[in-house]
């Protein structure tokens, strides 16, 4: 994988003197259907969650509330993705390496993921990531 299909999106938004929405739907403003949602929230402001790599499962990360960085790692090079907007999110390809970390205070992370929960689609060690990567190509 490599930096060119990273995207930071920003999403339809309706605004409205009674508040904003703003939407996702599946394979219009992220390329991949939906399969599962979850959220990281309850981070002690400052924290750092350990990285890992998928296998076949693509991300779509948004910031609800607060902020935090996004860091993903190709195999060689890092880039760092701040979000703190709830209309904006993150598009994370398969078989890249992610980090999250400087979470502010209440903060709340959602993730969209095209895939179920598999744990053999994990890449828990950096090394076998790195493994990985020589082995695909």
Request: proline fraction near 3%.
């Amino acid at each position: 994988m490599s930096f060119e299909q990273v995207q930071l999106i920003e999403l339809p938004t309706i605004h409205d003197y009674r508040g904003n929405l703003s939407i996702i739907e599946s394979g219009q403003a992220i390329p991949f259907d939906v399969a599962r949602t979850y959220w990281i929230y309850d981070v002690p402001g400052g924290a750092h969650r350990t990285g890992h790599a998928f296998r076949t499962q693509h991300e779509f990360i948004v910031a609800l509330s607060g902020s935090f960085d996004v860091v993903l790692d190709d195999g060689v090079e890092r880039k760092r993705f701040h979000l703190c907007r709830s209309h904006h999110g993150l598009y994370v390809p398969n078989m890249m390496w992610r980090e999250l970390d400087n979470f502010s205070t209440n903060s709340v992370a959602m993730v969209l993921s095209s895939t179920l929960y598999d744990a053999n689609d994990y890449i828990e060690d950096y090394s076998t990531y790195c493994q990985a990567l020589k082995d695909d190509r």
